[in-house]
């Protein structure tokens, strides 16, 4: 990342500050994106005084005027762009039947046009300036598998992962790449639900923040220009691969209509040649890293 400028949008605490200090620690100068100053100031004095390059960039990234100018002030305050993290996020629990309006739409906002505009700027910077630049978003499992209780952050998480292989493909000619991750660690946001799984200081912290940085900066590096579109699980030493959602199994009916009837013996086929049971099914506890097997 020598010579490389770079904003990571919630970059105060948690997985952000994680990935800002290592982009710097790498060689970037970094736009500390950020709606807590405080927390944004904290994060460039840690960079700054290990000898790294820093600004921060306050504002709500879901709103088009603080994403564009934390797009500018990466080209104003050091010339350029060459990455876009995406991390930016809040959670809002409920069930469906409690949850409202306000914490539907706090949620949906924050995550997918705090996508939204901070990638639309920087796009349209690529695009203008004929440069090469790297996007990583930020879904989660909830989005891929559906957590209970998360409608609204499974919905906006979901959409992120579309939302990116999309972009992949629209800005593949710009030489642009895009790619999401599906970060776990122990943050604010996790607050009790990852423990410290550490025996003693020598040991390997699996929930650390800091662990999902090193694979997000090589995201955002020259190195892995060549991959896009895809979807990342990473936690602890961990980096997964998911596969998009594929079509596994189809009925048809010799080039007909169907008769909304046929379907009462004709799914049954379609669920016994796809392996999977036509009920609810809790995909969470199909996790290959969770809380619950590493001790929490
Ligand atoms: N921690 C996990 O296990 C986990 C799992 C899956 C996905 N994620 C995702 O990773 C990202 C980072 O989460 P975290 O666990 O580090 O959370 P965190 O709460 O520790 O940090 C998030 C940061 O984003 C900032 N922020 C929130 N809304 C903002 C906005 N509109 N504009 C600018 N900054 C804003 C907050 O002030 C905070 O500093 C989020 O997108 C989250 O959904 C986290």
Known sequence: MQDKVAVVTGAGRGIGRGEAIELARQGAAVVVGEVDADAANEVVAE???AGGSAVAGIGDCSEVDAAEALIKRAIDEF???DALVNNAGILRDRTLIKMTPEEWDAVIKVHLRGHYAPTRAACEYWKTAGRPGHIVCT???SGIM???GQTNYGA??????AFSVIVAQEMKKYGVN???IAPAARTRMTE???GEIAGGEEEFDFWHPDNVAPFVTYLCSDAAAQISGKIFGVQ???VEIYRPHTSVAVITNDGKRWDPNDFITASEALFAESGLTPGAENMMAKLRYSMTDRGA
Request: with cysteine.
């Open 192 to 194: 009790g639900a990852y």
């Open 156 to 161: 906006a998480k979901a959409g992120i992962a």
């Open 146 to 148: 559906g957590n209970f």
């Open 47 to 49: 960079i700054v005084a």
């Open 178 to 180: 895009c790619n999401a």
């Open 139 to 141: 879904a989660s499992t």
């Open 236 to 238: 602890g030493d961990a």
């Open 79 to 81: 010339g350029q762009l």
